[in-house]
Structures are given as structure tokens and as C-alpha cells.
């Protein structure tokens, strides 16, 4: 139920009751899910798993994460129609953003940093990531150690400054905005094409684009379409059930026919988000609202750390890839252990499961420790007020960036 607002209540205070709102179980339980298999993802070669049919069951990982990155949008601050764009842009939204994005990226990037001197000046060999080496990626906010899924993080990074107007928008227009959604991905698709079929040697600014947020928003504007109704048989999701077997038949075609289907880009893209969009709907009537016990109070704990559980897991695989494996993905020129062997899988993904969400629970863990005790230790208000002050650095510098990026590569 949707909760009325005070029309003269200040944003701080609605930010406040926002806060409180109802908190989905299936939502928590999808998240650590996803996180899972983004785990999947890094760890299996592309090829080998997708002899399983793996864009229909782990490839859903990034577009059920942006959906309910959506979701959770549209039910932040329900109700609140008479604000301002101006509003939404505080003090208080930023150094929120800032808190849960910048200041656990800028440890990430202080340890690659310091493991990319040691490389450096001690002259070790490493596996090379090729393209992604490349310095230029700084611009978009990879660190200085690549690692995979740093690609997500400049997406992240985007939906600071994008979601308060999607969010503004959509409260106006929910319809109008939902559509505007598609418009826009498609638009970015069709630069990215446009850049392939006029210079198929600037890559980069292939994944100018392609690593942006609007690459993805018509997964964000289905999770805000579903934040009103998320109830499959609800006439208000007519619209998705059209778009499913569109988006089942692409896939199935892309499957098939690797290759054929040249546009959109990849497999986070419009086609495919339908069909993550019906298995959000189905989590959310089938798995329970609000379980007790030992086992979903895990899955809650993973839920607010899936954050850090992707920092950590860059930070591992760049450890595993540039130092002792080759990110191969089936290449035949190099000796794959896995996929040559794929029973040693079952000892490397529960490892890499264990060491990964062990330190992203135990990162978040820390971090929840400090905030907590913050209040009353004026040692850690002044490393709070440091670290603050370099993340509003780094924000600035990374949106400079975007802006470097495109007049470097272009």
C-alpha cells in the first residue's frame, strides 16, 4: 500500500519513512542468487557454459539485478509527487551514494593500486587482460588491476545521477517514462552500431557506450513498471507478457544461430530483459515473503552485501586471472585446466564462492561496525569526514572522466 506523505514535509524527512518501506524477502533472495551466479560467470568459461543453455538461467544475473535496481527505485519515497527535480539532488542524497558506492571502491582501488606498483617495479609477469589493460579505462572508473566485472562499476556510477530523474519522471509519468526507457537503450545500441560499422578498430568507444547505465535502462524501466504491480496476472503487466515471447524467441534464435542477430549488442540488452523480467515476477510469487530462521537470515546478510561481494570478487579474480589462470574462454591456443578437465570445476566454484562472499560479508560486516560506532568516536567521525572528502574527489573526477574518455577515444 502506497504510504501518503505530509505535502510539507522536508525531503530529509521523507527520505526518513522511505527508508522504511516494506522490505521484499524475494528481493533479498533473488540479489544473493544473482550475486551467485555473477560468481558463475567469472569462473566458468562463456563457451563451456553455454552449452547448457546458459543465457536462459545464469546470463540472467546482470538484467534480474538491474531490474530490481528498478524496483527498488520506483518504492523509494512513494507518493511524493509535488517535489522538484532540484529536490532529489541534495547534500544528504549524494553523500548517501557516495557512502555506499565511492568509499568501498576507493579501498578496491587503493589495494589494486598498490598491487600494480608491485608489479610494476618488481618487473613480475602477469597475464595481461589485452584490451581491458588499457589505461584509457581509467577515465570510465576501472581501477589500476583489472578484474572482472569492473565493467559494472561505471554503470553503478551512472545510476547516481540518472535515477533521481528516472525517478522523478516516472512518478509523473509512469507510462510515458517506461517506453522512454526502451527509446534510449535502443539509441545507445544503435551509436554502438553506428561505431562498429563506420570503425571497426575503435573498440574503445564501443565500450564507451556499452558500459554505461543507458545500455541497460529498459531493464531498470521494467523493474520501475513493476514496482507498481509485480502480480503476474495483473492486466497491468499485459505489457511484459507481450514483450516475453518476443524476447524468449530472440534468444532462443541467438542460441541457434550464434552470430545472426548483430543487434542490439550482446546479451544485456532489450531482448532479453523481458524474459528475466518474467522470472522476477514468478520469484516474487513463489518464494516466500517473509521466512524466519537461520538460512534467510544468511540470504538477508548476502543481500546487503552483494555490493561489496562484487568489489571482492574483482579483487580475487584479478588475483586468479592476471597471476596464475588465462581468462581463455575457450580459447584453443591455451591450455584450459577447466575446460579440458570440467570436473575440476567442482572444487573451483565452491571455492571461489566461499572466498568471495566470505570477504565481501566480512568487508560489509566491518564497514556496518564502523558506521555504528561512528556516533561516539570522533577518531572515526575524522576517517568518515576523509574518506568522504576523497570520494567526492573521486566522483568528480570520474564524471570528468566520462568526458576525457569520449574526447580521448573520439
Not at 502506497?2 to 540479489?31: G, I, N
Not at 589500476?144 to 519522471?169: A, E, N, Q, R, S
Not at 574503445?204 to 496476472?233: E, K, P, R, T
Request: hydrophobic content about 50%.
Amino acid at each position: 500500500m502506497d504510504t501518503e506523505y505530509d505535502q510539507t514535509a522536508t525531503l530529509e524527512e521523507l527520505q526518513v519513512e522511505s527508508s522504511q518501506r516494506k522490505r521484499y524477502f524475494q528481493v533479498d533472495a533473488m540479489k544473493a542468487i544473482m550475486i551467485g551466479l555473477v560468481i558463475m560467470d567469472h569462473t566458468f568459461t562463456h563457451s563451456f557454459l553455454h552449452q547448457f543453455g546458459s543465457p536462459f538461467w545464469e546470463r540472467i544475473s546482470i538484467p534480474i539485478l538491474m531490474i530490481i535496481m528498478g524496483f527498488n527505485l520506483g518504492n523509494s519515497s512513494k507518493g511524493i509527487n509535488h517535489m522538484k527535480l532540484k529536490d532529489y539532488y541534495t547534500r544528504s542524497y549524494f553523500e548517501k551514494k557516495l557512502k555506499r558506492y565511492f568509499i568501498p571502491y576507493l579501498i578496491l582501488y587503493f589495494i589494486h593500486g598498490i598491487m600494480r606498483l608491485i608489479v610494476t617495479l618488481g618487473e613480475i609477469q602477469i597475464n595481461s587482460p589485452a584490451t581491458y589493460d588499457s589505461a584509457v579505462f581509467r577515465y570510465l572508473g576501472f581501477t589500476l588491476f583489472y578484474g572482472p566485472g569492473l565493467w559494472f562499476i561505471p554503470v553503478l556510477f551512472g545510476t547516481i545521477l540518472v535515477f533521481p530523474i528516472l525517478h522523478f519522471y516516472f512518478k509523473k509519468m509512469p507510462s510515458t517514462t517506461f517506453f522512454a526507457t526502451f527509446c534510449i537503450e535502443f539509441l545507445t545500441q544503435f551509436i554502438v552500431l553506428m561505431i562498429l560499422s563506420t570503425n571497426q578498430g575503435n573498440i574503445l568507444g564501443v565500450f564507451y557506450f556499452l558500459y554505461s547505465v543507458f545500455c541497460l535502462f529498459s531493464a531498470i524501466g521494467m523493474g520501475l513498471w513493476l514496482s507498481i504491480d509485480h502480480n503476474m496476472s495483473s492486466k497491468h503487466n499485459v505489457v511484459i507478457w507481450i514483450l516475453f515471447p518476443i524476447s524468449l524467441g530472440y534468444m532462443i534464435i541467438a542460441m541457434i544461430f550464434p552470430g545472426l542477430l548483430f543487434f542490439p549488442i550482446g546479451d544485456y540488452q532489450m531482448f532479453y530483459f523481458p524474459y528475466s523480467a518474467v522470472i522476477f515476477m514468478c520469484c516474487m510469487k513463489l518464494i516466500p515473503e517473509n521466512p524466519k530462521g537461520t538460512v534467510s537470515e544468511f540470504i538477508r546478510k548476502v543481500s546487503k552485501s552483494t555490493y561489496h561481494i562484487l568489489l571482492a570478487q574483482i579483487f580475487y579474480f584479478s588475483i586468479v586471472f592476471q597471476f596464475f589462470l588465462i581468462m581463455t574462454d575457450g580459447d584453443a591456443s591455451t591450455l584450459d585446466i577447466f575446460d579440458a578437465a570440467p570436473l575440476n570445476y567442482l572444487w573451483f566454484f565452491p571455492l571461489n564462492l566461499v572466498i568471495t562472499f566470505g570477504i565481501g560479508l566480512f568487508w560489509n560486516h566491518l564497514e556496518e561496525k564502523f558506521y555504528k560506532k561512528m556516533p561516539e568516536k570522533r577518531g572515526y567521525q575524522k576517517i568518515y569526514a576523509f574518506m568522504l572528502t576523497l570520494a567526492v574527489i573521486a566522483f568528480a573526477a570520474w564524471i570528468i572522466g566520462q568526458i576525457l574518455f569520449f574526447f580521448v577515444v573520439f
